[in-house]
């Protein structure tokens, strides 16, 4: 069985910074790809960012330029660096990781969600 703990939400004004992480623990054989998901009230989920095992990124339109994803594998952790936020980014924040627990097996796992709220 695989864990995930998000951490890093919060509260803060326009213009400002945040850092999310997503931990997984457990039984980890390797993970590969890892993605960012958010979901604002009354709205679906969408996809923010995403990185593949080999550090390939890609970013949703909305936040290009603005938000940062990195992975520390030694660590089985993603990080999404938040910067310039805006109160559109307002959502709860969702990791989901591509986990593989033996060489021949995977799956998906989501972590528990985080909350991002940006005050104008």
């Known amino acids: 069985q695989v864990q995930l703990v998000e951490s890093g939400g919060g509260l803060v004004q326009a213009g400002g910074s945040l850092r999310l992480s997503c931990a997984a623990s457990?039984?980890?054989?390797?993970?590969?790809?890892m993605r960012w998901y958010r979901q604002a009230p009354g709205k679906q989920r969408e996809s923010v960012a995403g990185?593949?095992?080999?550090?390939?990124?890609n970013y949703a339109d909305s936040v290009k330029g603005r938000f940062t994803i990195s992975r520390d594998n030694a660590k089985n952790t993603v990080y999404l660096q938040m910067d310039s936020l805006k109160p559109e980014d307002t959502a709860v924040y969702y990791c989901n990781l591509d986990v593989m627990d033996t060489w021949y097996s995977s799956r998906d796992y989501w972590g528990q969600g985080t909350q991002v709220t940006v005050s104008s």
């Open positions: 990185i593949t095992s080999g550090g390939s990124t």
């Open positions: 457990g039984s980890v054989f390797r993970i590969q790809a």
